[in-house]
Nanobody, 120 residues
Framework: VQLQASGGGLVQPGGSLRLSCAAS????????IGWFRQAPGKSREWVSC???????FYANFAKGRFTLSRDDAKTPIYLQMNSLISEDTATYYC???????????????WGQGTLVTVSS
C-alpha cells in the first residue's frame, strides 16, 4: 500500500493550496481516506475524511475553508484549502483506514506528509 501526499508549499495568508493524495495497492471501495496535520511542537490532529461512498467530514476549523474531492477512480483525493491562515502551517498527511471515516489517528496506512507553510 502506498499513499503519496503532495502539493504542499509556501503560501501567503488568505491564499489557497490544493493537496493531493495518490493511493495505490489498496481497494478504496473498503477504505476511508483521511487527512491529518501536525504543526511544529503540537500533536497530530484530524483534518477531514472521505468515505468510499464519497461522503465527507471536516474538523470544525476546516469547515467552510477546506474541501475534499475525487473523481470516479477514487484516487487521487484532493484537499482544497482556501483562506489559509498561519495556524494552518503544518505537515499534512493522508491516511487510509478500513471501514468508514473517523477522527482518531490509528489509521491503517499513512503517507509521508507534505509541508504547508502559511506566511507573508
Amino acid at each position: 500500500v502506498q499513499l503519496q501526499a503532495s502539493g504542499g508549499g509556501l503560501v501567503q495568508p488568505g491564499g489557497s493550496l490544493r493537496l493531493s493524495c495518490a493511493a495505490s495497492g489498496i481497494n478504496l471501495d473498503y477504505y476511508a481516506i483521511g487527512w491529518f496535520r501536525q504543526a511544529p511542537g503540537k500533536s497530530r490532529e484530524w483534518v477531514s475524511c472521505i468515505n468510499s461512498d464519497g461522503s465527507t467530514f471536516y474538523a470544525n476549523f476546516a469547515k467552510g475553508r477546506f474541501t475534499l474531492s475525487r473523481d470516479d477512480a477514487k484516487t487521487p483525493i484532493y484537499l482544497q484549502m482556501n483562506s489559509l491562515i498561519s495556524e494552518d502551517t503544518a505537515t499534512y498527511y493522508c491516511a487510509a483506514d478500513a471501514g468508514v471515516c473517523s477522527d482518531y489517528d490509528g489509521y491503517d496506512y499513512w503517507g509521508q506528509g507534505t509541508l504547508v507553510t502559511v506566511s507573508s
